[in-house]
């Protein structure tokens, strides 16, 4: 009898360890958010500076089909964060399509996740 428990549990396990992989994305998310060097900053601000626990990010970030900051109209979230590493942090914008950006993606929309509930 025992052991028929033994596959549904590494199924559930693997299953387990794979969304901890994800998870793992969130948590260097949150690292880099609070990283004043992410981007290469020098202005010694982190993107937590100014938006702990998601302050300034709307909540329907994600949901939106244009995205402006200060006033000007860019592409993605992605060159919304761009925006805010060259100007806040004094960093230099990193590529949207890289593993830091995904993360940092990741950890905002946990962030405006949390705003919604
Ligand atoms: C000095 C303060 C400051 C820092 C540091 C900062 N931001 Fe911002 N951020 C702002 C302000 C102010 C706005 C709103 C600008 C506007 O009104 O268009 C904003 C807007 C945004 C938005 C768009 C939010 C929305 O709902 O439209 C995103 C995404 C964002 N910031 C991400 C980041 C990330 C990621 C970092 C770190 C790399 C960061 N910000 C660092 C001040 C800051």
């Known amino acids: 009898m025992k052991k028929l ?14 969304s901890a992989a ?8 949150k690292k880099l958010f609070e990283s004043p060097t992410f981007g290469g900053g020098t202005s010694g601000k982190t993107c937590a500076s100014c938006h702990t626990d998601g302050a300034k990010l709307g909540a329907d970030l994600f949901e939106r089909e244009k995205h402006m900051i200060m006033g000007k109209e860019v592409a993605s979230v992605a060159d919304t964060v761009n925006v ?12 949207t399509d890289s593993d830091e950006m995904k993360d940092v993606l990741a950890y905002m929309q946990a962030l405006v996740k949390e705003e919604k509930e």
Do not use: D, W
């Not at 549990?9 to 387990?16: E, G, I, N, R």
């Not at 994800?22 to 998310?29: C, D, R, S, T």
């Not at 805010?84 to 990193?94: D, H, N, R, T």
């Open 5 to 18: 428990f033994v596959v549904p549990l590494s199924v559930a396990f693997a299953v387990l360890s794979l």
């Open 22 to 29: 994800q998870a793992g994305n969130v948590e260097n998310g």
């Open 84 to 95: 805010c590493i060259e100007m806040a942090l004094k960093g230099k914008a990193i590529k």
